[in-house]
């Protein structure tokens, strides 16, 4: 009898563990990404003169504070096509945070793109 309770007890812990286990993997969350490049920079004083100055870099980091940077580089090196000169991706936990990013950016935006060929986009990951 103690060994079809302890088998009984083992089988309702085993069925416990997975759906356990089946509830983690339904409450992922899948990214969102804002993705920002800049091919070129069409009016350099300008550009320098606004994104350049370490009081505009903090105030974009502080804009951030919902997100994560996952690129941020002047680097990118081409394997097909041309290479833009800045690329930028920043994680986001959900569309909302990264919609309110891009809207405290409005100001950020108007210059970037006043400044420079470029374009930036929302994406969801994986």
């Given amino acids: ?12 812990a085993g069925g ?9 993997y339904a ?10 490049e800049i091919d070129e920079i069409v009016d350099a004083d300008g550009f320098k003169h606004t994104f350049q100055r370490k009081d505009v870099r903090a105030a974009v980091e502080a804009m951030v504070e919902d997100g994560r940077y996952v690129i941020r580089s002047d680097n990118a090196i081409s394997l097909d096509g041309p290479a833009p000169k800045s690329f930028v991706v920043v994680s986001f936990q959900n569309m909302k945070k990264a919609k309110s990013y891009s809207e405290s950016m409005k100001e950020f935006t108007a210059a970037r793109l006043k ?5 930036s986009f929302i994406v969801e990951g994986l």
């Fill in 1 to 12: 009898m103690k060994r079809y309770f302890a088998l009984a007890l083992a089988a309702a």
């Fill in 16 to 24: 416990l563990a997975a759906m356990a286990v089946s509830g983690l």
């Fill in 27 to 36: 409450a992922t969350v899948k990214p969102v990404f804002v993705v920002t």
């Fill in 115 to 119: 400044t420079t060929k470029s374009r």
